[in-house]
């Protein structure tokens, strides 16, 4: 039997690249995609209101794990094949981007309604409002929320060991199978996640503070 060593510990510390890998493609997507709802939610159109209201609601209100089940096993029922690597991608960009579209509708909205009006009395068009004015202070409120969820995402992705894809999650798996020694392996897998984290909740919690501080004056 194979007991945990050094080269257990680089076998999951070298999956982490996996972890960091599809993190970043559901931030990237799913920051996308969370523009579009957000901007959805706060559109002068009733219709795209309701479709980004129910996108939100789908994708909130059902786990992340039921919808990385539908993905995996749903497809080849239509007829389509896919691997973990793709289905992981669809399921987190998806579920990123209700969350990160229900946190910038709420800092558009932060967005005191006289500047909206007056750009609106300039004849501003709703994109140019949303562009030059509306927008750009809001992305200076929706910067430390955003930097906390990608926290969530990154954990997040150690669902994605279900399905087969081999991440930090799944690699501790793999190297627990053999080695029959889930102290020490799932103890570096953590220690892997808190190392990978805990500087984006610092990072998260100064900006907090520094825009509470910015406000206070």
């Not at 579920?95 to 909206?116: D, K, M, Y």
């Not at 220690?191 to 998260?204: D, G, H, Q, T, V």
């Amino acid at each position: 039997m194979r007991t945990f060593g050094f080269a257990e510990f680089l076998f999951i510390l070298d999956a982490a690249r996996w972890t960091l890998a599809l993190s970043a493609i559901a931030f990237v997507g799913g920051s996308i995609l969370g523009l579009l709802v957000a901007l959805a939610r706060t559109s002068e159109s009733r219709t795209a209101q309701w479709v980004a209201a129910v996108y939100i609601q789908i994708f909130q209100g059902t786990p992340l794990l039921l919808q990385l089940f539908l993905i995996f096993f749903g497809a080849p029922v239509i007829g389509l094949d896919i691997n973990p690597w793709i289905a992981a991608g669809i399921a987190l960009i998806l579920n990123t981007g209700a969350f990160l579209g229900e946190i910038w509708r709420g800092c558009i909205q932060a967005i005191p309604h006289g500047q909206s009006e007056a750009a609106h009395a300039l004849n501003l068009s709703y994109i140019d409002r949303m562009r030059d004015v509306v927008l750009p202070q809001a992305f200076k409120i929706a910067l430390p929320p955003t930097v906390g969820y990608m926290v969530q995402i990154i954990k997040g992705t150690s669902l994605a060991a279900i399905i087969g894809f081999t991440e930090v999650t799944r690699a501790g798996q793999i190297i627990n199978n053999a080695t029959f020694q889930p102290l020490e392996v799932f103890t570096t897998v953590a220690a892997i996640y808190f190392f990978i984290c805990w500087p984006l909740s610092l990072l998260a919690a100064r900006m907090e503070k520094k825009r509470a501080r910015t406000l206070a004056r």
